[in-house]
């Protein structure tokens, strides 16, 4: 049995037909931080990003997004694969966010002990050679969606067993689509640095790899290859480059690295699993040499004082065991305070050379006019990307250097984005497993919040000034198993206030459970009541309350229907009405909320992020615009209809882009709302506006942030 297994790495890089003696911009192979999750420990990430079709973004994005992969991934928790899920999602993300126009393929892999986790997309592809086979994983690149192009990347995962002497490639459709013969036997060559001749030759015009031959620790480097320009060890990677030096304007094509006519044309491979030991500074050796001789002197003085003077016979006057521990003991006292004094001085010389570098990266990108977007976000994106790492290298967060520069980019890149920051207050935490939707706030204090995985309505008391809840009721006033008139309560799916309609008392809390049961509650004359609702046989699954002059609708898009159920007295006796007729009804099976204007047209939002306007029952033309980038709300999660305030609005929740889209009602952009801590806001699942008075549910909390200052600025 193999204990340990190490990966040699070598690249290869064709641009125009010929071979680069650089790593390519996407490639990267790295080990676990010192400060790691212990899942993540033993693990080595391998990761190529490359271009999808003929629209290729600058080296530094490339590099920039490998570095984002790999340190999402270490922070990341769970399994292996839901750690390579989430650097591609996130990834995908950031391009997203960013409004690039080009797309990418990207593949990575972590090696754990002798097992290799593999995840690509697009036309990526991972070839292991394995006792004279070569297989292909997860399976052969297709034709899936590449990152940038749709909001959730298809990805493709798989597992394999490696030994020492298999070999294994990342590389991008150009080189994985090479006849498969010629691939097995260029991987069969008797040295790494001897595969990368014959890949060159099944290349093409373009072609990137990554090249892992797996090992053990006693096997012999490859012969020494002179260095080229770009630095190969891996564990201690350099941080992104500066991406405001070299960055192309969009007329100009992009720089390609010219091939060195004295450098070999491929990276010499470098051993995954070493770490190479850097240089200590001067001024670092002679701090630590001043200190270490103090540090003799003050101990020389110390012994001088506690221990007596020999006897007149020569003898000691120093116990014999006294004498053996402090001959132990000194030592190790030396010892440890040298190591621990390096350490230490090299840290902080390191760290303070990398923040040296990331000011002067920002230094350069203030000199790009921010008319100039695209290539200032880009610029500005580098920077955000070279703080995260210098903080992840480091260990250190909170520096004032760091955290000054993080706020300019960030304010530089909102600008771009029309993203307005708010610092949302957090009100109250229903506890683990909680999940809420929409929340309802009445009279500016009471404060109603469903909890439907417990099928819970809780009501709380709200302080005047909106920040606060004065009361936090521990007890629902509706729940799961709870006796209401002559019902149980099961599934509680959604609420909606009533003002008027078919139920004994205006002005109550609406519920409806998927059994058929309308649940009503008073604050008033408590305790709930219910009504069975007729012809709830007719509905495929409801998802969503909504209300209008004294009609109850139910979307159901199971049933593909909205059904109304109009007043009589104190009830909704009869039927349901379809809202839509039988040969008008659009597609709604991924409809996820509705809610109605002031003049009765119905608005329905679709996880896609598509927002559609319906007049009895018929689709009015309506389309959102001024949004921020093309690539904004490609993903829905909830809305709300505020068609109370002065300045109606509909506001559209997408927890994807962890954002909070305010409209008009004729779809016209106004704001974009983000939190200043962007984790806040990465399970949104419901949202209420009171005014200048927003409230969002995302996860177990509820938060409250203001609007005031905004009234009377010009939106972004």
């Known amino acids: 049995m193999i204990d340990v297994i190490e990966a040699l790495v070598g690249y290869l890089f064709v641009v125009g037909g010929r071979a680069v003696s650089a790593t390519p911009p996407g490639a990267l192979v790295e080990l676990p931080p010192r400060k790691v999750q212990r899942s993540r420990e033993a693990d080595t990430f391998f990761t190529l990003i490359t271009p999808f079709g003929k629209t290729h973004a600058t080296a530094n994005v490339y590099e920039a997004l490998a570095h984002l992969a790999a340190d999402v991934y270490f922070r990341s928790g769970g399994s292996v694969t839901s750690g390579l899920r989430e650097a591609i999602y996130t990834v995908n993300s950031q391009i997203s966010e960013a409004g690039q126009r080009h797309t990418l393929n990207m593949i990575c892999a972590v090696m754990r002990g002798s097992e290799v986790y593999i995840a690509r997309t697009a036309q990526s592809a991972c070839l292991l050679r394995q006792n004279g086979d070569l297989t292909c994983y997860p399976d052969s690149p297709s034709d899936s969606a590449p990152l940038g192009a749709t909001p959730s990347p298809d990805v493709k995962l798989s597992r394999c067993e490696v030994m020492p002497g298999d070999r294994m490639m990342l590389c991008d459709g150009n080189l994985a689509n090479a006849e498969r013969a010629a691939l097995s036997e260029a991987l069969a060559a008797e040295t790494l640095t001897a595969v990368i001749e014959p890949l060159k030759a099944l290349a093409g015009k373009e072609a990137q790899a990554v090249v892992i031959e797996f090992a053990t620790p006693e096997t012999p480097d490859p012969t020494p290859i002179p260095q080229p320009r770009k630095s190969t060890p891996i564990p201690t990677p350099a941080p992104p480059p500066t991406t405001t030096a070299e960055v192309p304007t969009p007329a100009e094509p992009t720089a390609e690295p010219a091939p060195s006519p004295s450098a070999p044309l491929e990276t010499p491979p470098a051993r995954a699993a070493e770490t190479p030991k850097a240089p200590i500074s001067q001024r670092a050796t002679v701090a630590t040499s001043n200190l270490l001789g103090s540090f003799a002197k003050g ?314 306007k319906f007049t009895s029952g018929l689709e009015q033309r309506f389309a959102l615009s001024g949004m921020p980038t093309p690539m904004s709300l490609k993903s829905g999660r909830a809305m709300y209809l505020d068609g109370d305030s002065p300045l109606p609005a509909i506001y559209l929740l997408d927890a994807a882009d962890q954002s909070v889209y305010q409209v008009t009602l004729s779809g016209a952009f106004r704001y974009r709302f983000r939190a200043t801590d962007p984790n806040l806001f990465r399970n949104m699942t419901g949202i209420y506006a009171d005014r200048d008075n927003i409230f969002v549910a995302s996860g177990a909390v509820l938060y409250h942030f203001s609007i005031a200052d905004l009234a009377g600025r010009p939106a972004p």
């Open 299 to 612: 101990l020389n003085r110390g012994l001088s004082r506690l221990l007596p003077e020999p006897s007149e016979d020569g003898a000691p006057r120093i116990p014999t065991m006294l004498a053996a521990v402090l001959a132990i003991l000194i030592p190790v006292i030396v010892v440890f305070v040298m190591v621990a004094l390096q350490l230490s001085q090299f840290d902080l010389t390191q760290f303070e050379q990398m923040v040296r570098e990331v000011e002067e990266a920002a230094r350069q990108a203030e000199l790009i006019s921010l008319e100039n977007e695209p290539v200032a976000r880009t610029a500005w994106l580098g920077i955000l990307e070279r703080v995260a790492y210098v903080e992840t290298t480091g260990g250190r967060t909170n520096d004032p250097t760091l955290n000054r520069i993080r706020a300019k980019a960030q304010d530089i890149l909102d600008h771009f984005d029309k993203v307005t920051r708010r610092t949302p207050t957090p009100l109250r935490n229903f506890g683990e497993g909680a999940q809420l939707v929409n929340p309802i706030i009445r009279g500016s204090a009471d404060v109603y919040t469903l909890d439907v995985r417990r099928s819970a309505i809780y009501r709380d008391t709200l302080a005047p000034e909106a920040v606060t809840l004065i009361t936090r009721n521990t007890q629902p006033v509706v729940q799961r198993g709870q006796a209401v008139s002559a019902f149980s309560v099961r599934e509680v799916v959604d609420m909606v206030w009533l003002a008027e309609g078919g139920v004994q008392r205006a002005n109550v809390l609406a519920a409806l459970d998927t059994q058929g049961i309308l649940i009503t509650y008073s604050p008033t004359f408590a305790p709930a009541t219910a009504q069975r609702l007729a012809g709830a046989d007719l509905w495929g699954k409801p998802i969503a309350l909504a209300t209008w002059r004294g009609n109850l609708y139910l979307l159901d898009p199971e049933a593909n229907q909205i059904w109304r159920y109009r007043p009589l007295g104190s009830s909704y006796p009869n039927p349901p009405e379809e809202y839509f007729e039988s040969d008008l009804k659009p597609d709604l099976t991924t409809a996820v909320d509705f809610a109605i204007d002031p003049n009765g047209n119905i608005y329905i939002f679709f996880e896609d992020g598509q927002l559609k």
